[in-house]
Antibody, heavy 117, light 107 residues
């Protein structure tokens, strides 16, 4: 069974940093790209970014709203994907989901990030 | 960026009704489109991939069609558990983009 569990969310002040983790099981993590999606309270879904498998260079892509501030990485030895978020803004407040593959076929339950002073 | 225009934004229907939700892509996306269902307090769940392929375990009353620029999700006979919010997603080119969502409510 495919499982994705996000962690690392919490309350953080504007301008600070936070790192989210996505711990996975039930599939060959090293063969899979991984994506992050967020959902602001009461709003729709917003794609955040994507990391390819290392087989395909481990390259990343980001939404314009987070590019230069957020970084996605992966540790294939631990089957974990990360979302490093720097210079956080109040508009980054959202529930953050990690998803398996570029087709977003399986989702975790999300971790809440609240950016507020 | 590719814009996904989803309609309607909300829909009231009754159990047993047939409903259709539409997404229109601003550029060609081949069949790189998925449909997702989200219930309150839950993560989205993929229903359809590659525009018309049914995700394993999803009831056959759900179907997808279209090949660009217009795609549809059809629920052939609404069940009580289908009342939720539905989103389309294009994953043809970066940035990936979602439709605005359709909230399906009980009439």
């Amino acid at each position: 069974e495919v499982q994705l569990v996000e962690s690392g969310g919490g309350l953080v002040q504007p301008g600070r940093s936070l790192r989210l983790s996505c711990t996975t099981s039930g599939f060959t993590f090293g063969d899979s790209s991984m994506s992050w999606v967020r959902q602001a309270p009461g709003k729709g879904l917003e794609w955040v970014g994507f990391i390819k498998s290392n087989t395909y260079g481990g390259t990343t892509e980001y939404a314009a709203s987070v590019k230069g501030r957020f970084t996605i990485s992966r540790d294939d030895s631990k089957s974990i994907a990360y979302l490093q978020m720097n210079n956080l803004k109040t508009e980054d407040t959202a529930l953050y989901y990690c998803t398996k593959s570029g087709r977003l076929d399986y989702w975790g339950q999300g971790t809440l990030v609240t950016v507020s002073s | 960026d590719i814009q996904m225009t989803q309609s309607p934004s909300s829909l009231s229907a009754s159990v047993g009704d047939r409903v259709t939700i539409t997404c229109r892509a601003s550029q060609g996306i081949r069949n790189d489109l998925g449909w997702y269902q989200q219930k309150p307090g839950k993560a989205p769940k993929r229903l359809i991939y590659a525009a018309s392929s049914l995700q394993s375990g999803v009831p056959s009353r759900f179907s997808g069609s279209g090949s660009g620029p217009e795609f549809t999700l059809t629920i052939s006979s609404l069940q009580p558990e289908d009342f939720a919010t539905y989103y389309c997603l294009q994953h043809n080119s970066y940035p990936y983009t979602f439709g605005q969502g359709t909230k399906l409510e009980i009439k």
